[in-house]
């Protein structure tokens, strides 16, 4: 509880009066995260509402959306339920990213429906180190290294990470000692996911022969990571004020290239709601039709967002 409330202290995550969205799988992590958020409750005199997705993967997905039922019953807060029907999920890119893409989408039309002032996730230490060296290992830039944010807007909705800063075997040890026992999810223990390959042989390995200390040395690389990332941001955002969707583009050409590509990553953020699904490879081209391309080129990016090179400006559009 000390690790917990000391990281919403550090992040400013909660504030007397909240009411909070919480994302609840039924899993070690997120029931970790729902008993800690309780017990803060009445002190914080928060409001609290249990939000469940059954992606409905496995054959018995469906007792985990009771066992979390059972909970709401137990602490008497409300709960959202929504089970995904197969084939549901459409979206381009990998299973575990359609995933993703499926649970932001349910949390943040159910937090606009409640009012929530924020969502909290279970997301902890050792995802934060998986999650960078996935990063790394798909090829990433310094937005890429810092990693799981513990406070982030995402399409109008705040999502809060209060547990990132502690350890999966203190959540497990949490547990333990409330003689509580959590959902294990079975995809979890199979390498199916990208993460899990990483979480189950890569980190492993690290430990064993490079470095015992692996998890550590990339949660600081994060941290050192996101402070860069904060100052070169603020840097991006005084480069051209004004209208982010016209840029103009001869005070683009003059800018040096990190503080071009964080005014580029801007615009699309500002358009889009988000970064999803917007890679290096999209930044890349958008720099070359600055550069190089004729006026009146377009660069169609995903989820319906183009970039369109005019004679003075650079302009960002919905399709």
């Known amino acids: 509880m000390d690790k917990f409330t000391e990281t919403i202290k550090k992040h ?4 007397e009066g909240d009411k909070i969205l919480i994302g ?17 409750k009445d002190r914080f005199k928060l409001q609290l509402h ?12 469906s007792s985990d959306a009771l066992f979390v039922k059972k909970w709401a019953e137990k602490l008497n ?22 995933c993703r893409e499926a649970r932001f989408d349910f949390f943040i039309r159910i937090a606009k429906k409640i009012k929530a002032d924020k ?4 997301h902890n230490l050792d995802d934060q180190a998986e999650t960078i060296l996935m990063r790394i290992l798909r090829g990433t830039g310094l937005s890429g290294l810092v990693g799981i944010s513990f406070k982030r807007n995402i399409r109008g909705v705040v999502f809060i990470r209060p547990l990132l800063e502690t350890s999966r075997n203190q959540i497990e040890g949490f547990l333990k000692r409330k003689k509580i026992r959590a959902i294990v999810d079975s995809t979890n223990l199979e390498d199916l996911f990208f993460r ?5 042989n890569l980190i492993p390995l690290l430990k064993n022969e490079y470095n015992k200390n692996i998890v550590e040395g990339l949660v600081n690389l994060a941290q ?15 480069s051209i004020k004004g209208n982010l969707l016209r840029l103009n583009l001869i ?15 801007q615009s699309i953020g500002h358009i889009q709601g988000d970064l999803r699904r917007i890679g290096f490879v999209h930044i890349k081209e958008i720099e070359d039709l600055i550069r190089a391309r004729p006026d009146g080129s377009i660069v169609d990016l995903p989820k319906g967002i183009s970039a369109q090179k005019t004679r003075k400006y650079l302009r960002f559009f919905k399709r």
């Open 12 to 15: 400013s995550l909660i504030k």
């Open 50 to 61: 249990i939000a469940h997705l059954d992606h409905n993967l496995r054959q018995d997905s």
């Open 77 to 98: 807060l409300p709960v959202s339920f929504k089970r995904l029907e197969p084939g549901t999920i459409k979206m381009k890119g990998s299973l575990e990213e359609r």
């Open 251 to 265: 005070k683009l050409k003059r800018l040096p290239v990190a503080i071009l590509r964080l005014k580029i990553r």
């Open 196 to 200: 899990n390959k990483i979480r189950h």
């Open 224 to 238: 050192s990571a996101s402070y860069d990332y904060e100052y070169l941001d603020q840097v991006a955002k005084r």
């Open 24 to 40: 609840v799988s039924g899993g070690p992590d997120s029931m970790a995260l729902l008993l800690h958020l309780f017990a803060l």
């Open 119 to 122: 969502v909290a996730l279970g």
